[in-house]
């Protein structure tokens, strides 16, 4: 199973950004998606689950009511809409992937992908 993470970029404080991640291998209908983030010096820290259906999600108390996961099983893609973005948000982004039981601890998930650079300039 390969993950391959995109969409980080610069961004200016206030500004938006859409991460994409896509799923190769495996059955991505049934996994759940995270997205975690780890900012230097930093311990990786959760952001966000899906379900494999999509039908719940949940979200870190700091990006609650300004990030959106969400997926589409056909493309094998799940989503980060990332809005009212903070220098704080500043991060490298990864998406990672395990069966069934979603969760925000990072060691409980079995596939990860390499990480997208995001900048908050402010």
């Known amino acids: 199973v390969q993950l391959q993470a995109c969409g980080g970029g610069l961004v200016q404080a206030g500004g938006s950004l859409r991460l994409s991640c896509v799923v190769s291998g495996g059955t991505f209908s049934t996994y759940v998606m995270g997205w975690f983030r780890q900012a230097p010096g930093k311990e990786r820290e959760f952001v966000a689950y899906?379900?494999?259906?999509?039908?719940?999600?949940y979200y870190a108390d700091s990006v609650k009511g300004r990030f959106t996961i969400s997926r589409d099983n056909d493309k094998s893609t799940v989503y980060l809409q990332m809005n009212s973005l903070k220098p704080e948000d500043a991060a490298v982004y990864h998406c990672?992937?395990?069966?069934?039981?979603?969760?925000?601890?990072?060691?409980?998930?079995?596939?990860w992908g390499q990480g997208t650079l995001v900048t908050v300039s402010s």
């Open positions: 990672a992937a395990r069966a069934v039981v979603p969760t925000t601890r990072s060691w409980e998930y079995v596939y």
């Open positions: 899906i379900t494999w259906g999509g039908s719940t999600t």
